[in-house]
């Protein structure tokens, strides 16, 4: 497996590699800039899980953990997962 950097898949016709920004990894930048916008203590949000993305959700969840993002999990099937997302 690879992290694919651009906003496209790299077989997708038209998908340039070349042109993504790759940021590194680091929590402590992300930490400062958190500060910086005045979320020193972080924030709490919530994820919609759709059912089948719990790895996903899971690494997503500790890397905001990381920064002081205290994101909650809900894990929603089908129809219920969609309407909730497309609510905002």
Not at 10 to 21: L, R
């Amino acid at each position: 497996a690879r992290v694919p950097n651009p906003p496209c898949y790299f077989t997708q016709f038209g998908c340039d590699q070349a042109a993504a920004v790759v940021y590194d990894y680091n929590p402590a930048k992300a930490r400062a800039l958190m500060a910086e916008a005045g979320y020193a203590n972080g924030f709490d949000t919530e994820l919609v899980n759709p059912g089948q993305l719990n790895a996903w959700v899971a690494a997503l969840q500790a890397n905001l953990t990381a920064i002081g993002v205290r994101a909650k999990v809900t894990n929603l099937l089908g129809v219920a997962a969609q309407t909730r997302i497309q609510k905002g």
